[in-house]
């Protein structure tokens, strides 16, 4: 079974809140005790927390539904009822949330970024709320409002300093197993990596360490990428966002003979790729090094391309291992340095909730909007006094006016919620 997923979805579902009670004081030598329903619990949000302990999606792929816990109701006495209990939800850092229709919800970076991905509904009204001069006994209260639910997908991408990127077979499993206490599968044939593998490289043990290096950074080895794997082909393509937010790469080129690609040709592929998926990976840091250097004799060993100079390693024998830690501990340092310190809040992308909203619903009109609909949604609308409450709330809203400027003329079928009606410019 895999243990590493980094796309899945999560359907969460927060509480109802707790209806408000319907009751009157009923005591001995008190005559008119009134009303003393109380109010319902709120129900309990859900939330999304980015956490560092956390490096898989792989809790949503077989569970994904959360929810949490709804208000209980309230009582005769004015006595409230309990708030449900929020949930929070723990993904790892660097998840990204989209909403159903594939837009960007909020963009998890940071660990302890949270997001609410479902309001608690409120608690509804006891009747004791509902007490005027001229309504001495109401015998009607609210219930709780339903707590939003949705199905959210999770698309983790990987927040590693140095990101591997080469060829199937080209010596990255090997690499990171003998820089770093990571334990990737290794094999002599193409594809042995089907998932990113994460590694934490210390130089303080190597003696590497400079005054302007990374004593610690984090090594992603990706697997393989093929010609057209920004377009889909090869097993790459699902891994290439992992890429994205690595601060530096390290392009591998195949030294070993027999694979049948120069090392030139390996690298303007490999940037190719890189620069199809993204033009901005092509600007980033990055060391060209030449790999698998055992397998060829130092007489007849190939030149690299790339002005940045060229590195040769064997991940075997632990030549070029100390050069190349070096240079990748003062690149992150650098590339640390100038990125500055990390937002302290996520990136979030949802839109705030609009108010009155009317649309076109085949002959008639439909009114959406949260407050309208918590309006008609919460209240008993069989009682008379209840259903001329909501009609001065919905007034106060602006139904009216928004219902006028959207075109409705009297005889206009309208509806809000589960209440419908005929519209009249006096009702």
């Given at each position: 079974m895999?243990?590493?997923?980094?796309?899945?979805q999560?359907?969460?579902?927060?509480?109802?809140?707790?209806?408000?009670?319907v009751?009157f004081?009923?005591e001995?030598?008190?005559?008119?005790?009134?009303?003393?329903?109380?109010?319902?619990?709120?129900?309990?949000?859900?939330?999304?927390?980015?956490?560092?302990?956390?490096?898989?999606?792989l809790?949503?792929?077989?569970?994904?539904?959360?929810r949490?816990e709804?208000?209980?109701?309230?009582?005769?006495?004015?006595?409230?009822?309990?708030?449900?209990?929020d949930?929070?939800?723990?993904?790892?850092?660097?998840?990204?949330?989209?909403?159903?229709?594939?837009?960007?919800?909020a963009?998890l970076?940071?660990?302890?970024?949270?997001?609410r991905?479902?309001e608690?509904?409120?608690?509804?009204?006891?009747?004791?709320?509902?007490?005027?001069?001229?309504?001495?006994?109401?015998?009607?209260?609210?219930?709780?409002?339903?707590?939003?639910?949705?199905?959210?997908?999770?698309?983790l991408?990987l927040?590693?300093?140095?990101?591997?990127?080469?060829?199937?077979?080209?010596?990255?499993?090997?690499?990171?197993?003998?820089?770093s206490?990571?334990k990737?599968k290794?094999?002599?044939?193409?594809f042995?990596?089907?998932?990113?593998?994460?590694?934490?490289?210390?130089l303080?043990g190597?003696?590497?360490?400079?005054?302007?290096?990374?004593?610690?950074?984090?090594?992603?080895?990706i697997?393989?990428?093929?010609a057209?794997?920004?377009?889909?082909?090869?097993?790459?393509?699902?891994?290439?966002r992992?890429?994205?937010?690595?601060?530096?790469?390290?392009?591998?080129?195949?030294?070993?003979?027999?694979?049948g690609?120069?090392?030139?040709?390996?690298?303007?592929?490999?940037?190719?790729?890189?620069?199809?998926?993204?033009?901005?990976?092509?600007?980033?840091?990055?060391?060209?090094?030449g790999s698998?250097?055992?397998?060829?004799?130092?007489?007849?060993?190939?030149?690299?391309v790339?002005?940045?100079?060229?590195l040769?390693?064997?991940?075997?024998t632990?030549?070029?291992?100390d050069?190349?830690?070096g240079r990748?501990g003062?690149?992150?340092?650098?590339?640390?340095?100038?990125?500055?310190?990390?937002a302290?809040?996520?990136?979030?992308?949802?839109?705030?909730?609009?108010?009155?909203?009317?649309?076109?619903e085949?002959?008639?009109?439909?009114?959406?909007g949260?407050a309208v609909?918590?309006?008609?949604?919460v209240?008993?609308?069989?009682d008379?006094?209840?259903?001329?409450?909501v009609q001065?709330?919905?007034?106060r809203?602006?139904?009216?006016?928004?219902?006028?400027?959207?075109?409705?003329?009297?005889?206009d079928?309208?509806?809000?919620?589960?209440?419908?009606?005929?519209?009249?410019?006096?009702?």
């Open positions: 895999a243990s590493f997923v980094d796309e899945a999560v359907h969460v579902r927060a509480g109802d809140g707790g209806a408000g009670a009751s004081r009923r001995a030598h008190i005559a008119r005790g009134g009303p003393d329903g109380g109010d319902g619990g709120r129900g309990g949000d859900v939330y999304l927390e980015a956490t560092s302990s956390l490096v898989s999606l809790a949503f792929r077989d569970h994904p539904h959360r949490a709804s208000g209980s109701h309230g009582g005769g006495g004015k006595r409230h009822g309990r708030a449900g209990r949930l929070v939800v723990p993904v790892p850092v660097g998840t990204v949330v989209r909403g159903p229709g594939g837009e960007v919800v963009d970076r940071a660990p302890g970024d949270r997001l991905a479902a608690g509904g409120r608690g509804g009204a006891g009747n004791a709320r509902f007490l005027t001069n001229r309504r001495r006994a109401p015998a009607f209260g609210e219930q709780g409002e339903v707590g939003e639910e949705r199905w959210l997908d999770l698309e991408k927040l590693a300093d140095v990101a591997l990127v080469g060829f199937p077979n080209c010596g990255k499993s090997t690499l990171i197993a003998r820089i206490a990571a990737p290794i094999a002599d044939y193409p042995t990596t089907l998932e990113p593998h994460l590694g934490v490289v210390r303080g190597r003696g590497l360490v400079e005054a302007t290096a990374a004593p610690e950074f984090i090594l992603a080895d697997p393989g990428l093929v057209g794997a920004s377009e889909g082909r090869g097993l790459g393509h699902r891994f290439l992992h890429v994205e937010r690595a601060r530096a790469l390290v392009v591998l080129i195949d030294l070993a003979p027999g694979e690609r120069a090392p030139a040709h390996q690298l303007a592929v490999l940037l190719d790729e890189l620069g199809r998926f993204s033009p901005e990976l092509v600007a980033r840091p990055r060391l060209v090094v698998r250097a055992d397998m060829v004799p130092a007489d007849s060993r190939p030149p690299l790339d002005y940045r100079g060229e040769v390693i064997s991940s075997v632990g030549e070029g291992i050069e190349l830690l990748l003062a690149v992150v340092g650098m590339a640390r340095a100038s990125a500055g310190p990390a302290a809040t996520p990136v979030v992308h949802r839109p705030q909730p609009e108010g009155v909203v009317v649309a076109r085949g002959r008639g009109f439909v009114v959406l949260r609909e918590r309006a008609v949604g209240s008993d609308l069989t008379p006094d209840a259903l001329a409450l001065r709330r919905l007034k809203l602006g139904v009216d006016r928004a219902l006028a400027r959207a075109g409705a003329r009297p005889g079928d309208v509806r809000i919620g589960q209440l419908s009606f005929t519209y009249s410019e006096d009702a």
